[in-house]
């Protein structure tokens, strides 16, 4: 069973940057690809960013693409999302995620961090 813990939310001003982390409790971390979604009140949750284990291809939504950046050690079953530029509209819960299909969805996701608040201010 696959458990994910992350940390690093917060409360940033616009313009600033916060580094996520997910911490993967299984030894078979690295058979996942390995994702951010996020979930604005009143909005559907979406994939923000994604990472294959093999070749560390990445993914990355129109809405932060260039600003966000996803990586992953698999030596210690760590998921990293550094955010850079970040602005209001990126206010949201986050969560880790672990999936089994490339590009992933919501639907490909086996198992979920419990989230955590990132809040940008203007």
């Known amino acids: 069973q696959v458990q994910l813990v992350e940390s690093g939310g917060g409360l940033v001003q616009a313009g600033g940057s916060l580094r996520l982390s997910c911490a993967c409790s299984a030894r078979t971390c690295d058979r996942y690809v390995m994702g951010w979604l996020r979930q604005a009140p009143g909005k559907e949750r979406e994939f923000v960013a994604a990472?294959?284990?093999?070749?560390?291809?990445?993914y990355y939504s129109d809405s932060v693409k260039s600003r966000f950046t996803i990586s992953r050690d698999n030596a210690k079953n760590t998921v990293f999302l550094q955010m850079n530029s970040l602005k209001p509209e990126d206010t949201a819960v986050y969560y880790c995620a672990a999936a089994i299909r490339w590009v992933p969805t919501s639907n490909d996701v086996v198992s979920w961090g419990q989230g955590t608040q990132v809040t940008v201010s203007s």
């Open positions: 990472i294959m284990s093999s070749d560390s291809m990445t």
